[in-house]
């Protein structure tokens, strides 16, 4: 079977401007992925990885965030501390979600109020889990910190729970638990650690 030559101008719209798969393509030209793959190597474009390729399935619209560096000074200072809180307070080891947990409420809106103002975040993607101690209840703490943070309910995982014991001071800091604010985005993972001071 004869194939109709497919032009680089045509794989560079489809393959990497609209984000198309290979599948997508040749469904598109009547053709079998195959031969998608040798005009793709043909014409030196290359090909996604498989992570990559999954990013692109799992956000089709495109990243659901964007990024922009701060304009005043004003910023500057809230820029500046939220990266210092996931410097310090952030799990970076995680590779697939930016998270951050603290027991201090002011602590996690300065770090939620730093994602939505530099990175476009829609707060209602933002999920949180509580970690509790066996003595500390359960609804209370969740209604302290959706009170205190304007969240839902929704979005809280299953919390964490914790056999009480003696942990002197540290019990009556976490009267309501420590909460981790979760996003899952890889991009915006592996940004957030590129601007973080060497």
Same mark, same amino acid.
Not at 5 to 28: D, G, M
């Given at each position: ?16 401007? *609209? ?17 998608? /793959? ?15 390729? %999954?990013? #692109? ?5 495109? @990243? ?31 590779? /697939? ?18 994602? #939505? ?5 829609? *707060?209602? @993607? ?8 066996? @003595? %500390?209840? %359960? ?18 995982? *299953? ?7 003696? %942990?002197?001071?540290?019990? *009556? ?26």
């Amino acid at each position: 079977m004869q194939y109709k030559k497919i032009s680089s101008q045509e794989l560079e719209y489809f393959y990497i401007k *609209k984000q198309e798969s290979a599948q997508k393509i040749a469904r598109r030209f009547d053709c079998s992925v195959n031969k998608i /793959n040798y005009w793709l190597a043909n014409y030196g474009i290359l090909k996604r990885t498989i992570s990559e390729a %999954i990013y #692109i399935k799992h956000n089709p619209e495109g @990243d659901p965030f964007k990024f922009r560096m701060p304009k005043t000074i004003e910023e500057a200072k809230l820029f500046g501390m939220g990266l210092g809180l996931y410097w310090g307070e952030g799990n970076k080891a995680n590779k /697939n979600t930016v998270r951050l947990g603290n027991s201090d409420p002011e602590l996690i809106k300065i770090f939620i109020n730093f994602l #939505i103002k530099f990175f476009s975040i829609n *707060k209602r @993607d933002l999920k949180f889990r509580l970690h509790l101690f066996t @003595d %500390i209840d %359960i609804k209370e703490a969740h209604n302290y910190w959706i009170k205190k943070l304007k969240i839902k309910e929704g979005q809280f995982y *299953k919390p964490v729970i914790s056999q009480s014991g003696s %942990i002197g001071t540290y019990k *009556k800091k976490s009267k309501y638990g420590v909460l981790t604010v979760y996003y899952g985005n890889i991009k915006l993972k592996n940004l957030l650690v590129k601007l973080l001071p060497m």
